[in-house]
């Protein structure tokens, strides 16, 4: 509770990468025949962290600091773990279905960007 505020909300909100660095992954194969996951992907690194808006740069930087680790170490029960950071964009009518992820991953944290204003919970 409270890691995002709600002025911080509105700034990553109000400042979200340019869609220009965007990967399309639409139609993509699955493994077991699932629907594909339509939608717009974009992974962070160093090499882009210079093209992001400030306010997700310090986002990043809080979430890579030690408050964020320890939170981590205590939910996840290890200290041995790797961040990556994502953005996923889906277009309205695409559909991203169940799914398990890699062996390798442990967790996901999960930060919507949506208001109640564009999502209707039904």
Known sequence: AGLVTEGGFAELRDNLPDFSLFRKTFDKPRKYGQKSHDRYALKYSDEIANLLPKPWRNFIGELRGQDYAR????????????????????????????HCDHANKIGAHLFYMNTEDDWDPA
Do not use: D, H, Q, Y
């Not at 041995?80 to 559909?95: E, M, V």
């Open 71 to 98: 939170f981590l170490n205590r939910t996840l029960g290890t200290k041995r773990f790797n961040l990556s950071f994502f953005w996923f964009f889906t277009p309205a009518g695409c559909s991203v279905s169940p």
